[in-house]
């Protein structure tokens, strides 16, 4: 290098790297895509506290409920990623992507896996009056008359419905559904004997088939419930491999830093440690996960995959 050259590098080389600002610097902003009360509401707002405690900060809940968690997901897409902003969404956030023709962004690419953080199976339970004992008695009803069979779902597209056409597909039967504005008046209408099944959430199922208003006769998990536990999955009863429940977890925008993302997915876990996190998740039915950013990302690929496909055998659509 000339001595010329050299001089003219010399104020560049003296330039210090320029520091990353620390993380983070303001609140953190935590999307939950539906209303207050739901399971996800529930979830971020027993996070707020010892996350907001880690991280020296505010830790604000935004409900921006609608279009099926469509809206908020969008929401924080577009948001910048320097981890202020995350999105607190269930599985449905992938199988939306199979459902509507056109949405603003794609449910993996667009969004940086960060920590899981519960997971509930279904509960296929049955009105009393229904003349079915077990599972093994409700398929060979569903068998010997196709369609005689009612079946209730939380709406066209939920997990609730979804979870019965994995079945319906698996076991070659046929059923009549029946779908409802939400989960509560789905669930109404079995306890009032209007339909006959119908796969449930636990915080629905659990207290009726202890209280004997509802039959519990399988659960959707790849194990058996903590708090059913003598009651057999459909995998144990004839189906292995099936599985079907709603995950929650923490998503980002797309670009977010490495360093940011380990940051949060390490403080959610020592949250989720809590002796009394954990006992308030079990009473909702959630079993607490472990997953980081690398397992939630695959999974994500791999139920969007899965359930595109259900979608497109059973021929759903929401038009």
Do not use: C
């Amino acid at each position: 290098m000339t001595p010329r050259r050299a001089l003219l590098a010399a104020p560049l080389l003296a330039l210090p790297a320029q520091a990353q600002p620390a993380w983070p610097n303001r609140p953190v902003r935590i999307v939950v895509p539906f209303p207050p009360g739901g399971p996800a509401d529930v979830l971020a707002r027993a996070m707020a506290e010892p996350l907001s405690a880690a991280w020296g900060q505010s830790v604000v809940i935004d409900n921006r409920a609608g279009a099926g968690g469509n809206l908020g997901a969008e929401l924080v897409a577009r948001a910048a990623p320097d981890g202020h902003t995350l999105l607190l969404p269930a599985s449905s956030h992938v199988q939306g992507a199979a459902l509507y023709r056109s949405l603003p962004f794609h449910p993996v690419r667009d969004f940086t896996a960060v920590s899981m953080l519960a997971y509930y199976a279904l509960v296929l339970v049955l009105h009393p009056g229904t003349p079915a004992a077990d599972f093994a008695a409700f398929q060979a009803l569903a068998r010997s008359a196709p369609g005689a069979v009612t079946l209730a779902s939380a709406g066209v597209g939920t997990p609730t419905h979804l979870s019965a056409e994995l079945y319906r597909l698996r076991a070659g039967v046929e059923f009549t559904h029946v779908p409802f504005q939400g989960a509560a008046p789905a669930h109404a209408a079995v306890l009032g004997g209007q339909v006959m099944a119908m796969f449930t959430n636990p915080v629905l199922a659990i207290p009726a088939a202890r209280a004997g208003s509802l039959r519990a006769i399988a659960v959707t998990g790849a194990s058996r419930s903590a708090q059913l536990s003598a009651l057999p999955t459909i995998a144990e009863q004839g189906y292995p491999g099936y599985e079907s429940g709603t995950w929650y977890g923490f998503l980002g925008p797309a670009g977010m830093a490495e360093a940011v993302v380990q940051r949060i997915h390490a403080d959610t876990q020592r949250a989720l440690a809590s002796p009394a996190l954990q006992g308030r998740f079990a009473a909702m039915g959630l079993e607490v996960l472990t997953d980081g950013p690398a397992a939630f990302a695959a999974r994500m690929a791999e139920d969007l995959a899965r359930w595109t496909k259900v979608i497109s055998d059973a021929r759903i659509s929401t038009d």
